[in-house]
């Protein structure tokens, strides 16, 4: 059964730092796509940034530059590395994986196949 949980979240200032981390129970015998999405209140839920089988990471705009995710395989763990952090990134942060990996990109909540339950991220001005 796949589970992954999300930690890190919390409380940072504008132009401050935060590093998300999710712990994933996963198939050994699958490779999965990883990403991140957020969800603002009152918005609908957002592709953050991926990572793939090839370890081909992508991002939203809204990001680029700014967040880095990576993964750990012997962990089992996906990062989000966030700087200069933003008001407007505050929300609730998901981790989300998809199997299969048919080598595009994925950026819509519905091509993921599972999720985490989300950590809060507040960014305050």
């Known amino acids: 059964q796949v589970q992954l949980v999300e930690s890190g979240g919390g409380l940072v200032q504008t132009g401050g730092s935060l590093r998300l981390s999710c712990a994933a129970s996963?198939?050994?015998?699958?490779?999965?796509?990883m990403a991140w999405f957020r969800q603002a209140p009152g918005k609908e839920r957002q592709f953050v940034a991926a990572n793939s089988r090839s370890d081909v990471t992508y991002y939203a705009d809204s990001v680029k530059g700014r967040f880095t995710i990576s993964r750990d395989n012997a962990k089992s763990t996906v990062y989000l590395q966030m700087t200069m952090l933003k008001f407007e990134d505050t929300a609730v942060y998901y981790c989300?994986?998809?199997?299969?990996?048919?080598?595009?990109?994925?950026?819509?909540?519905?091509?993921?196949?599972?999720w985490g339950q989300g950590t809060q991220v507040t960014v305050s001005s």
């Open positions: 996963l198939r050994t015998d699958r490779t999965y796509v």
């Open positions: 989300a994986a998809r199997w299969p990996d048919s080598g595009r990109y994925y950026y819509s909540v519905a091509e993921y196949n599972y």
